[in-house]
């Protein structure tokens, strides 16, 4: 099956150049779309215009997901499971970036759910205040997707309670479930709710430290996930999404022009979609 092959808009932003600096780039070496991890409608609108102008899909916003209290602590989705208000800035980011992406014509979202290796307990006031984000995705006619990260309890819960709800679907991370997760068959039980992609390559999880976060955001074969296996699956159940790469200009790949950069992406990513090993 044929898809759109994109990546993320900051995949340049290691080396100095902005988002909308690199959407040219990102044109140019022949990619069909990309996400941003950007939710404010200030630095959204400008993409979107951009990407509008370049014939680029803007296929969906990364809404905030960690913030740093006043305190100084940094605060993550597990907050949206406890009694208090430590929940509302990010909350009230993701209703943002809904907004966001119905003023802008851009079709969804992800999210995360949880953080860290140990999740919170299932809680009727978390359960609530994703309804208030279905319900508003609901009203925005935008897809609110949730991501898989390290746990799996709560992101099934939450898929099943919105089973029949057509706007909230799965953000398939590859290299997450290699790395934290590599039992569970994210494809097999939620291919055929995926509406987004997050793809990027690991050597799977650290058997010497398995705490370890070896979630290292590599260029698609450069480490060890099998993108043929993954390809298999998403033809099995019908995933016809962009295959879109989450991935950065770092390390040994610093010294390449954007260019030769993107250009050499852009051939792993057609072979990824080709199913090669």
Avoid at 17 to 42: P, Q, R, V
Avoid at 48 to 60: H, V
Wanted: proline fraction near 4%; glycine fraction near 8%; include cysteine.
């Amino acid at each position: 099956m044929k898809r759109r092959l994109g990546v993320r808009s900051s995949c340049l932003a290691t080396m100095g150049i902005s988002d909308l600096c690199a959407l040219t780039y990102i044109k140019n070496a022949g990619f069909d779309c990309f996400f941003a991890d950007k939710y404010k409608l200030e630095d959204v609108a400008p993409l979107k215009e951009e990407a509008d102008r370049l014939g680029l899909d803007f296929e969906f916003l990364h809404a905030k997901w960690n913030y740093t209290d006043a305190m100084g602590s940094r605060l993550f989705m597990n907050e949206f499971w406890k009694p208090g208000l430590s929940y509302l800035p990010l909350f009230d980011a993701t209703v943002e970036a809904l907004d966001t992406a119905a003023a802008c014509g851009i079709p969804g979202i992800c999210q995360h759910v949880t953080s860290g290796w140990v999740a919170p307990p299932a809680t009727d006031i978390g359960f609530e205040r994703f309804d208030r984000l279905v319900e508003h995705a609901i009203k925005k006619g935008v897809k609110l997707t949730l991501e898989n990260l390290r746990n799996y309890g709560l992101l099934a819960v939450l898929l099943e309670r919105y089973e029949r709800v057509p706007e909230v679907g799965f953000c398939y991370d590859n290299g997450h479930e290699y790395c934290y997760t590599e039992t569970v068959p994210f494809l097999d039980l939620w291919g055929k709710r995926t509406y987004f992609t997050h793809l990027h390559d690991n050597y799977g999880r650290d058997k010497e430290d398995p705490m370890k976060d070896a979630d290292y955001h590599l260029l698609p074969y450069d480490g060890t996930f099998d993108y043929g296996a993954m390809i298999e699956k998403m033809d099995r159940h019908g995933y016809c999404g962009a295959l879109t790469l989450e991935v950065s200009q770092h390390g040994k790949y610093k010294e390449m022009s954007p260019e030769d950069f993107l250009a050499m992406l852009y051939e792993r990513t057609v072979r990824l979609s080709k199913g090669e090993k």
